[in-house]
Nanobody
Framework: QVQLVESGGGLVQPGGSLRLSCAAS????????IGWFRQAPGKEREGVSC????????YYVDSVKGRFTISRDNAKNTVYLQMNSLKPEATGVYYC????????????????WGKGTLVTVSS
């Protein structure tokens, strides 16, 4: 069982930046991918970014390409999501999760989830 704890959310003005962190513990080596997902108020959860554990390949939803970057620090068992040029539509609760790579990309069937961190983009 993998435990995940997100942090780094907060209030930021449009155009600003935030870096989210996801601290992982447990059997990290058993999972194929780790990803970030978000749920905006009144909307369904959507996938934001995934990273393959085997080769570090990254994936992004089109709306964040060029502005968000997923990265990891293996020594700290922590995955980050650097978010730049934030827009109001990025507002929501951001979750990290682990599971299979296909599950991550399709946003279906991830095995473990954190409790989320709230990001609010507003002036």
């Amino acid at each position: 069982q993998v435990q995940l704890v997100e942090s780094g959310g907060g209030l930021v003005q449009p155009g600003g930046s935030l870096r989210l962190s996801c601290a992982a513990s447990g059997f990290i080596s058993d999972v194929s991918a780790i990803g970030w997902f978000r749920q905006a108020p009144g909307k369904e959860r959507e996938g934001v970014s995934c990273m393959s554990n085997s080769d570090g390949r990254t994936y992004y939803v089109d709306s964040v390409k060029g502005r968000f970057t997923i990265s990891r620090d293996n020594a700290k068992n922590t995955v980050y999501l650097q978010m730049n040029s934030l827009k109001p539509e990025a507002t929501g609760v951001y979750y990290c999760a682990v599971g299979g790579l296909r599950s991550c990309i399709t946003n279906y069937g991830m095995s473990s989830w954190g409790k989320g961190t709230l990001v609010t983009v507003s002036s």
